[in-house]
């Protein structure tokens, strides 16, 4: 079946540890996002790329670091730099970038700084 | 900027009613809309969405959403609401009309569903 994974559902970090959360998918698509989702904020863009080698920042890319050596994947990397990481990450895909192509969800990764 | 505006955060409804989540945007252009429901610990999925094809607009599950450019709303209803529809849902509109448009989140609506 396609679809996106991402690994691990739960995480838990040290404070001062970098940490990546890892996003794979078969679906083919060229774009590919990641978002942070806190209680009452809805989701807020990290990192996004819209071809293999290419990312630009999101609205909150401070204190994350992302790479898109391959089609399929599109790690996020939490640094010691993100004062607040304690958050619920999703990673989606787009067909393509444009403005009317939906875009599909993995079930997200849950981290916990400790 | 866009931006996207959920009326309420939390609606409860008993099970049978109608449901209405209330969704505005703010553009000054026809922009393209959408509507994604949230399981609990689960990622976003696409309920329906708005591209200038009609006004009014059907999704999975029985839900719909009537794009009122007058209003600049985007509601959602379903006539009838059935335990398995608890869950957040998310209008979104898009930012920009190239390939490097964004997707604008509301803060989401939690549904509850009253026996």
């Known amino acids: 079946d396609g679809g996106i994974t991402q690994s691990p559902k739960y995480l838990f970090r040290k404070e001062g540890q970098n940490v990546t959360l890892s996003c794979e998918q078969n679906?083919?698509?060229?774009?590919m996002y990641w978002y942070r989702q806190d209680p009452g904020q809805g989701l807020r863009l990290i990192y996004y790329?819209?071809?293999?080698?290419?990312?630009q920042k999101g609205d909150i890319a401070e204190g994350y670091s992302v790479s898109r050596e391959k089609k399929e994947s599109f790690p996020l990397t939490v640094t010691s730099a993100q004062k607040n990481p304690t958050a619920f990450y999703l990673c989606?895909?787009?067909?393509?970038?444009?403005?009317?192509?939906?875009?599909?969800f993995g079930p997200g990764t849950r981290l916990t700084v400790l | 900027a866009q931006s996207v505006t959920q009326l309420g955060s939390h609606v409860s409804v008993s099970e049978g009613a109608l449901v209405l989540l209330r969704c505005n945007y703010s553009?000054?252009?026809?922009?393209?809309l959408f509507w994604y429901v949230q399981y609990p610990n689960q990622g976003l999925q696409l309920l329906l969405k708005?591209?200038?094809?009609?006004?009014l607009v059907k999704g999975i599950n029985g839900f719909e959403a009537e794009f009122k450019k007058s209003e600049t709303s985007f509601h959602l209803t379903k006539p009838s609401a059935h335990m398995s529809d608890a869950a957040e849902y998310f209008c979104?509109?898009?930012?920009?009309?190239?390939?490097?448009?964004?997707?604008?989140f509301g803060s989401g609506t939690r549904l509850s569903i009253r026996p």
């Open positions: 989606a895909s787009s067909i393509s970038g444009g403005p009317n192509n939906e875009q599909f």
């Open positions: 679906l083919n698509h060229d774009a």
């Open positions: 790329s819209q071809i293999v080698n290419d990312f």
């Open positions: 553009s000054s252009v026809p922009p393209y």
């Open positions: 708005y591209t200038s094809a009609a006004t």
């Open positions: 979104a509109v898009t930012e920009g009309y190239s390939s490097a448009s964004k997707i604008i």
